[in-house]
């Protein structure tokens, strides 16, 4: 089982980026899915979760309302739409998969974890 982000890359503050994570190995239209992310000499954070339906959303204070989750369970794909990027939003992305457990700040262990894309973002 693997997944494969993409999607990152350098963009000016305001701007928008929108990540991509592919499943592969399983299907992933019953797993929990979502996004953590890592900073320079920070811990890793949680972004934004969906549950495998995609009917419930959940979102780090520091991204709501800026960033969309969403999902094509089709494509075994989830999204990261972000809009209205700031510098403190630069760092590594991580896709983060759960076949039991929502995506969410109040756990950090899951059961797949993608290799991360890299956002910059310029002040």
């Known amino acids: 089982v693997q997944l494969q982000a993409s999607g990152g890359g350098l963009v000016q503050a305001g701007g928008s980026l929108r990540l991509s994570c592919v499943g592969s190995?399983?299907?992933?239209?019953?797993?929990?899915m979502g996004w953590f992310r890592q900073a320079p000499g920070k811990d890793r954070e949680f972004v934004a979760g969906?549950?495998?339906?995609?009917?419930?959303?959940n979102y780090a204070d520091s991204v709501r309302g800026r960033f969309t989750i969403s999902r094509d369970n089709p494509k075994n794909t989830v999204y990261l739409q972000m809009n209205s990027l700031k510098a403190e939003d630069t760092a590594v992305y991580y896709c983060v998969g759960d076949r039991n457990y929502a995506i969410s700040q109040k756990r950090p262990v899951y059961d797949y974890w993608g290799q991360g894309t890299l956002v910059t973002v310029s002040s």
């Open positions: 969906a549950h495998w339906s995609g009917m419930f959303t």
């Open positions: 190995g399983r299907s992933f239209r019953d797993v929990f």
